[in-house]
């Protein structure tokens, strides 16, 4: 059985600014960046301090999210957080015709 989902169309998006976006009862933010989807928790692992006013960095060809409230750089891509053995929530994403599909990833937090 399939574990990708449906969370919305891509043209519902907005592209280079965050989008919020509530599944499945769990508050995730979403950027589209360069053509691709990034989906990830919207509470920082940290404190889980709302992300959805973080900067938008990218940093050697990868984009990162920098956390409002203690700067922590998180990236989109892997949820690896720099300078930390933290990891951010984030999930799988592609699409198909205008669909965005995600997969939760095994990470948790
Ligand atoms: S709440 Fe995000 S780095 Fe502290």
Not at 46 to 70: A, F, M, S, T, V
Request: aromatic share 8%.
């Amino acid at each position: 059985m399939s574990r990708w989902r449906k969370l919305c169309s891509l043209k519902s998006l907005n592209i280079g600014s965050c989008n919020k976006i509530t599944f499945d009862n769990v508050r995730l933010i979403a950027y589209v960046i360069c053509d691709k989807v990034y989906v990830i928790k919207s509470q920082c692992h940290h404190k889980r301090y709302p992300l959805y006013d973080g900067k938008i960095q990218i940093i050697d060809n990868e984009p990162y999210i920098i956390c409002p409230w203690h700067n922590r750089q998180i990236s989109l891509r892997t949820g690896k957080v720099s300078n930390h053995d933290d990891i951010q929530h984030i999930y799988n994403t592609k699409i198909v015709d205008d669909d965005v599909l995600i997969e939760k990833t095994l990470r948790t937090n």
